[in-house]
Nanobody
């Protein structure tokens, strides 16, 4: 099964930064939207940010002004730059690529200590 591959998670203090990367296999084509989602313990998976094929971005209110999604088409990679991290950002972060179906990665843990 084709999967995206996330990396860049880790442990950081509140106020710090992390950059997540998502490698997209070249076999996945005609991608409409890339997205980053997260799931904290005991909570449902929630949308963090999306970027469309024409570069239009969208963010959850909780991360606006702190997170930035971007993509490098040549490298088939999507990024999530996370600044001013808060303990409530602690979660497993998942990358998503939407075509006529959804592709997911295995997730990467982000832990923000207070």
């Amino acid at each position: 099964q084709v999967q995206l591959v996330e990396s860049g998670g880790g442990l950081v203090q509140a106020g710090g930064s992390l950059r997540l990367s998502c490698a997209v296999p070249g076999s996945i084509v005609s991608i409409n939207t890339f997205g980053w989602y997260r799931q904290a313990p005991g909570k449902q998976r929630e949308l963090v940010a999306t970027i469309t094929s024409v570069g239009r971005t969208n963010y959850a209110d909780s991360v606006k002004g702190r997170f930035a999604i971007s993509r490098d088409i040549a490298k088939n990679t999507v990024y999530l730059q996370m600044n001013s991290l808060k303990p409530e950002d602690t979660a497993v972060y998942y990358c998503n690529a939407a075509t006529n179906r959804n592709y997911w990665g295995q997730g990467t843990q982000v832990t923000v200590s207070s």
